[in-house]
């Protein structure tokens, strides 16, 4: 690659990383469950839909299922619904909490690898998918991500646990 196509596939990659890491308007994943109270990561408020622990963990199932799909022809998909959310409100242990955001952080960083990696052809298709590529699935994550901080800064105000 050269001239202009490396100055656009430099500029493309540091806007998805950019984008991922939640830049912009996106709140970013470790800002929106800095000091959360343990004793509300199971709480539901009247009207929500999911607790914490649910949204946080639904979030790492489903980033690692599409890291996975993007990098491993081998790998198996969870069923939907229920192999992307947790059977619990909340966590079955004290541990989980922190290894649930352990795992997200690094699946978000191999994520973040695999686009930055400049011998990942963002445009070409997955081989064992039906349309998609790198690009489409470092967007989705990123989309996913964003509208499920959004939920958990809304739920955190909700149980007024917002700094």
Aim: aromatic share 10%.
């Amino acid at each position: 690659m050269k001239g202009l196509a490396a100055v656009q596939d430099h500029a493309l990659r540091e806007h998805l990383v950019y984008l991922l890491k939640g830049g912009g308007a996106h709140v970013h994943f470790d800002q929106s469950l800095a000091r959360f109270p343990v004793s509300r990561r199971g709480a539901k408020p009247s009207g929500a839909p999911y607790t914490a622990w649910q949204i946080v963990e639904h979030m790492r199932l489903a980033q690692w299922d599409i890291l996975e799909f993007s990098r491993n022809a081998a790998h198996v998909s969870p069923q939907w619904p229920a192999g992307y959310w947790p059977p619990s409100s909340m966590p079955p242990t004290a541990r989980a909490w922190n290894q649930s955001v352990r795992a997200f952080r690094t699946d978000l960083a191999a994520m973040i690898a695999l686009v930055e990696n400049r011998s990942t052809d963002l445009f070409a298709r997955i081989p064992h998918g039906d349309g998609q590529t790198v690009l489409r699935e470092a967007l989705l994550v990123a989309d996913h991500n964003a509208y499920h901080l959004g939920q958990l800064v809304l739920l955190r105000k909700l149980l007024k646990a917002w700094p």
